[in-house]
């Protein structure tokens, strides 16, 4: 991809997050949180340790990484979005009354090649990150130099789901510009379509010890009208914009029609969707630590 095209796809997906910024994983539908409380669980941070949250968004793998690195480790929450830096910084105020918490640096940055010194860093985390990025792969060889030699590194992508969660995205395929339906596919196709192509993407990038694990997360929703809520509080409102304001009452409706078959008696239904998480560290002996070009 040309230095252009990397510069205009970054600047899209921070656009889309400053949009979605105030109302994130705010709607009462467990998602992000879950998904990177275990992948911070997997990677066992422990007190004292470097840590970096890369994308961190509003801090769902940051508040669990400060808690277990404390009180005498660091963290670093690193976003390309000013909003979620934003919303980041007020919701430390009130994590931090809630519980003790390592010294939490939050930066406005690029995940692709982040501004931070080399070998900075005992554990590095990613969560539902590398697929929006326009060069996976350079940027998993910027997180290596990030570590120190023996450094951790965890990514959560998305393995399978549903085939009720497809045909209820499918609402929006009439309305999706082709740029939107390539985008949709980012966490679904390539290297990040099977384990071994995620695994693949660490061991080129000099990771050893790669491993994968997948995790089962069931998401209820009370109804369709919270599932419309949620669409819209992440960066799935991009499928939603260009539905014609006319149109997407319909469009909901349609939804409801498809969820009948797995509805509930009380009108509510679950979701399940596999998590990947992948992990791999910096080797520890000189002799294999070949920082990637």
Known sequence: MEPREVAARSLMVAAMFDAVAETYDTVAVPWFGPIAEGLVERMDPR??????????????????????????????????????????????????????????????????????????????????????????????????????????????????????????????????????????????????????????????????????????LPVHFADVEQWRAWTWSHGQRSHWLPVPVEARDGVLAEAARRLVPITEPDGGFTLTQQVRYTTGRRPSLPSADVTPA
């Open 47 to 216: 007190p004292g340790e470097r840590a970096i949250d890369l994308g961190t968004g509003r801090g769902a793998a940051l508040w669990p990484l400060a808690s277990a690195v404390a009180p005498d480790g660091e963290v670093t929450g690193l976003d390309l979005s000013v909003q979620m830096i934003a919303t980041a910084r007020a919701e430390l105020v009130r994590q931090s009354a809630a519980r003790a918490l390592a010294p939490i640096d939050l930066v406005v940055g690029d995940a692709t090649a982040p501004e931070l010194p080399e070998r900075s860093y005992d554990v590095a985390v990613a969560s539902l990150v590398l697929f929006f990025l326009p060069e996976p792969a350079a940027a998993l060889r910027s997180w290596y130099r990030l570590l120190v030699p023996g450094g951790r590194l965890g990514i959560s992508t998305f393995a399978s789901r549903d085939a009720a969660w497809d045909r209820l995205d499918d609402v929006f395929t009439p309305y999706l510009p082709p740029a939107l339906l390539d985008a949709r596919t980012s966490g679904a196709r390539g290297p990040f379509a099977s384990d071994g192509g995620v695994a693949g993407l660490l061991e080129e990038s000099g990771f050893v010890d790669v491993a994968t694990q997948v995790m089962a």
